[in-house]
């Protein structure tokens, strides 16, 4: 039994003392019919409740603690032993406690009468308590539902989280290996500067991958290490602007947001000297900007469609809240909230 329980039990057990032992009260009344059977003693009253008080604790600490016999018959729904064994315990602390009370305070009932009042004073506790167990019993078979529920529902998210990264490496893998074969015909010097910053950002997405979370300035390292095969891409024809304040570098988005929302910019838009694509990455109204000029190309690459979709899932997991998507005649943005 938790300590709630226990509590539970205890104020239970007090309860059920207290109502099957109120009776007696009546005894006050001088010209009362309790009164013509029973002369009120304080002393037996006290006693009477408190041995009433420890047969119904004793009764909820077998039938609720797992490691008793009777719980483990209970369990294993074998419910007549159960309910034999608790018989024989009802009876035997009635005895018991009909006894010694029958000892310390000389009855003037017949003795029929005044085992009978006390059978059925213990048997009432026993059915009183007997509903409380199957109360706490439920509450208990509840919580533990909750709680594999909570558990298949955390296991469930930790698998969809593993399933999107497994999808967005493949997909960046794709990309620049389709990007590095161009650079390699053109230029194979530069080919080996593009290996090395591919390496970089590939450790990076490794050295991460134990944690679904990454701060801004993580991120911005490896979009700085991308902003470098972009260029030997596209040379001047890309330009990348950083503006984030130091005290927002600290907070806390999906690894490997922004490399995806860069890559597609790339992707998706004309990229010549003439007309340069520009990206901007700054904070606005407490949420991380990823903006670019819009120039939709004309025939545009194909592909998978997974990086905007994955980073939009892994968001909503993760953060609880949507990525904003905002697209003008001159703009394609991208507004990740922060959580501050």
């Avoid at 911005?220 to 984030?244: C, G, H, P, T």
Wanted: proline share 3%; charged share 20%.
């Amino acid at each position: 039994m938790d300590k709630t329980e226990k509590r539970i039990c205890w104020y239970s057990s007090l309860l059920i003392a207290l109502l099957v032992s109120s009776p007696r009260l009546l005894a006050l009344r001088e010209n009362g019919i309790v009164a013509h059977y029973w002369r009120f003693n304080l002393a037996e009253l006290i006693l009477q409740v408190a041995l009433n008080l420890f047969f119904c604790y004793l009764l909820f600490h077998l039938n609720l603690h797992r490691n008793n016999t009777f719980f483990n018959y209970r369990s294993q729904k074998r419910y007549i032993i159960a309910l034999f064994l608790n018989l024989v315990l009802v009876l035997t602390c009635c005895i018991f406690a009909g006894a010694i009370q029958h000892r310390l305070f000389l009855s003037h009932q017949l003795p029929q009468i005044y085992w009978s009042g006390y059978i059925s004073r213990y048997f009432l506790s026993g059915m009183l308590a007997a509903i409380i167990i199957k109360i706490v019993l439920l509450l208990r078979e509840s919580k533990q539902k909750d709680s594999e529920n909570e558990q298949l529902k955390t296991a469930y998210l930790e698998a969809e989280l593993e399933l999107l990264k497994e999808q967005l490496n493949p997909h960046f893998l794709f990309n620049s290996l389709s990007t590095l074969s161009g650079v390699v015909r053109e230029d194979p010097v530069k080919a080996q500067h593009f290996i090395n910053h591919l390496s970089k950002i590939f450790r990076y997405a490794l050295t991460q991958s134990g944690g679904q979370m990454a701060t801004i300035e993580e991120e911005l390292k490896m979009v700085r290490s991308y902003e470098q095969l972009l260029i030997m891409r596209f040379e001047d024809a890309f330009k990348l602007n950083i503006n984030v304040n130091g005290k927002f570098l600290g907070e806390k988005i999906p690894h490997l947001s922004l490399q995806p929302l860069v890559e597609n910019a790339a992707k998706h838009n004309s990229v010549t000297l003439s007309s340069p694509l520009a990206v901007q990455i700054f904070i606005e109204d407490s949420m991380l900007v990823i903006s670019n000029n819009l120039q939709v190309l004309a025939n545009p690459e194909s592909g998978t469609g997974i990086g905007l979709v994955n980073l939009a899932s892994r968001y909503r997991i993760l953060m609880q809240q949507e990525l904003l998507i905002e697209k003008t005649t001159e703009n394609f943005i991208i507004k990740l909230p922060l959580k501050l």
